[in-house]
């Protein structure tokens, strides 16, 4: 009973995993390749635009922040700009205050509430059609923002979001993070062309004003929520790759650590929330559960998968192979913690980056559902880059 019940499970997790990771994205890309695209529409005229930067403390990158938004090729008279400052204190409020571009306004907050609440308060303080979210550290190419606006002249479409190339250059596993975006860029195309795209990239995206609703203070995963409530208003999310922005990478496995954990823990609240697309959307609810609850369930379906192999591993050669194949795995991704320079290849780099975000987001989930990741983030360092 023992040997029947652990081969349940150890099958259940293998073809849970072997879909999520594998069977997903090929049935996603070649339903891609069959799916017609509808003629891109365009607007007579360009609509306004509100550009929103939240920003705490990002004295290091403002500077270059504001002399990117002078470089956007938009029409001044129709782009609003607001930089929301969430209580910082290393001076960003005097210099922003100072250098202000033509058409922006500093709305300086006292006290540090979180992203949500500063997100909130500017799209209520915005006076445009369109509201552009974009982080302080992520530079756009000069015709981002257009190519965005674009997209939303579709009359199917809530939502837009862009490319963000990382530069890693000084990453701890620059590898392993860059084949995993890689992957998942292909992916989002993919979806884009068959029905939503599951989440924006919240360094850059654009929104109809009419669509955005007010987040919960304690909200973690702003972006994410934002782009789930589209969908439940049955509009899609699209990805637009040509639409660029530069931001650095992670530079430090411990910062990445930090952020997968409060993805994660930001996922499994928006969970429990009610905050995922619905029923009557068949497409959008398929792409949900196989992009994001399958994914955020990987971390278990391993332990799953390595306990009954252990109960296996004497049944069968097949049993023996797979043990020894999770366990090469796991060794190279300690072997790696302990080797900056094995981690920098891609042999170390991919098995490094995957253990580790998949433990991420255990502890990231545990302390969703528990509610205990902070609302305020500690950010990654800042570091001023060439775009």
């Not at 930067?53 to 990117?68: D, F, G, M, T, Y």
């Not at 910082?88 to 033509?102: H, I, K, M, R, Y």
């Not at 049955?234 to 637009?240: A, D, I, L, S, T």
């Not at 992670?250 to 952020?259: C, D, F, G, M, V």
Request: aromatic residues 10%.
């Amino acid at each position: 009973m023992t040997e029947y019940s652990m081969m349940v499970v150890f099958w259940i997790a293998t073809c849970a995993l072997l879909y999520a990771l594998f069977g997903y994205p090929i049935v996603l890309v070649v339903f891609a390749r069959l799916s017609k695209r509808r003629a891109e529409n365009d607007f007579d005229e360009l609509p306004r635009v509100t550009l929103i930067v939240p920003a705490h403390n990002e004295i290091k990158v403002i500077r270059q922040k504001l002399e990117n938004i002078r470089g956007i090729d938009y029409p001044a008279d129709r782009l609003e700009i607001l930089i929301g400052s969430d209580g910082s204190t290393d001076g960003t409020n005097e210099f922003v205050q100072a250098n202000l571009p033509a058409g922006a306004k500093l709305i300086p907050f006292q006290q540090r509430r979180g992203k949500a609440s500063v997100v909130n308060d500017c799209v209520a303080a915005s006076t445009a059609d369109i509201v552009c979210l974009c982080d302080a550290n992520v530079m756009f190419r000069p015709d981002a923002l257009k190519r965005l606006v674009h997209r939303l002249a579709d009359e199917t479409v809530g939502a837009a979001t862009g490319q963000v190339i990382l530069r890693s250059e000084e990453s701890d596993f620059g590898s392993g993070e860059a084949t995993y975006y890689d992957l998942e860029r292909q992916v989002q195309l993919a979806e884009s062309s068959v029905g939503s795209l599951i989440g924006v990239d919240g360094g850059m995206y654009v929104i109809w004003r009419s669509l955005y609703q007010p987040l919960p203070a304690d909200t973690i995963l702003d972006d994410f929520v934002i782009s789930m409530r589209v969908m439940r208003a049955k509009k899609r999310v699209v990805y637009e790759p040509d639409a660029i922005a530069d931001e650095n990478g992670t530079p430090l496995a411990t910062q990445e650590w930090r952020r997968r954990v409060r993805v994660s823990a930001g996922a499994a609240q928006s969970l429990l929330r009610g905050d995922f697309p619905l029923l009557s959307t068949p497409v959008f609810f398929w792409q949900y559960l196989s992009h994001k609850l399958l994914r955020w369930m990987i971390p278990v379906f391993l332990i799953a998968l390595y306990v009954s192999n252990l109960f296996l591993v004497s049944e069968h050669w097949f049993y023996t192979f797979s043990l020894a194949a999770q366990t090469s795995i796991y060794v190279i991704a300690l072997l790696a913690t302990w080797s900056l320079r094995f981690r920098s290849t891609r042999l170390g780099g991919v098995p490094f980056y995957f253990t580790m975000s998949n433990l991420a987001m255990l502890v990231g989930i545990s302390k969703g559902i528990f509610n205990l990741q902070p609302v305020t983030w500690v950010q990654a360092d800042r570091s001023v880059q060439n775009a």
